[in-house]
């Protein structure tokens, strides 16, 4: 799989907009850019994907580079529920083995 | 249920004991990831199936830890002669599709493992 680099904390306020950037400079032209989150004492739970065109959910948007080197997901709005873990996972389209790192763990502060 | 089940939500155990961990994937869905995730770290990739074949083991830390997938849907991750260190959350994900594309993974609540 394609190595991901986020930081790995950031702070945030609530209502404010959040960017959580990824880095994945080896991403090749076949790889998806998924991103996840794990909220405290649960297990990950899917945001958002895309290959190329920047994405939007009802959860999360997903600007990815022209080069595809790096993305950011967009929290336009945050809540307190919003305080987990976001990794940035590229699976590989060949071997379908998902690889998550250490992630970002966002604090939002009332 | 929906969602992905997983058995027990947590199991307490002593060094040396074999432990059984049971997850039921979402009706229909192919794939199935096994993580384990220690207090305070990242998840750890053990195993993948594609249906009842795990092209995939690299993950397992040690010959002591096996899974298996009967069916195309009920898996278990078998420990055997636990360890202190095998303590951690052990997390199933399961995904219609492959995930490698677009493929979303739906994760199970996780099996908290203490081994005393």
């Known amino acids: 799989d394609a190595k991901t680099t986020q930081p790995n904390s950031m702070e945030s306020n609530e209502e404010e907009p959040v960017h959580l950037p990824c880095n994945h400079s080896?991403?090749?032209?076949?790889?998806?850019i998924h991103w996840y989150r794990q909220l405290p004492s649960q297990g990950p739970e899917y945001v958002i994907h895309g290959l190329t065109s920047n994405v939007n959910n009802r959860m999360a948007s997903l600007a990815i580079a022209e080069d595809r080197k790096s993305s950011t997901l967009i929290l336009h709005r945050a809540t307190l529920r919003d305080a987990a873990v976001y990794y940035c996972?590229?699976?590989?389209?060949?071997?379908?083995?998902?690889?998550f790192g250490t992630g970002t763990r966002l604090q939002v502060f009332p | 249920g929906a969602g992905v089940s997983q058995s027990p939500s947590n199991k307490v155990t002593e060094k040396g004991k074999d432990v059984e961990l049971r997850c039921d994937p979402i009706s229909g869905h192919t794939a199935l990831y096994w993580y384990r995730q220690s207090l305070g770290q990242g998840l750890e990739f053990l195993i993948y199936?594609?249906?009842?074949?795990?092209?995939?083991k690299s993950g397992l830390p040690s010959d002591r830890f096996s899974a298996e997938r009967t069916g195309g849907s009920v898996s278990t991750l078998t420990i055997q002669r636990t360890q202190q260190e095998d303590s951690a959350v052990y997390l199933c994900?399961?995904?219609?599709?492959?995930?490698?594309?677009?493929?979303?993974?739906?994760f199970g609540e996780g099996s908290r493992l203490t081994v005393l």
């Open positions: 199936f594609q249906g009842n074949s795990a092209p995939d």
């Open positions: 994900a399961s995904s219609l599709i492959s995930p490698g594309g677009t493929g979303e993974l739906f």
């Open positions: 080896t991403i090749s032209g076949t790889d998806y």
């Open positions: 996972i590229l699976p590989s389209y060949n071997t379908d083995k998902l690889i």
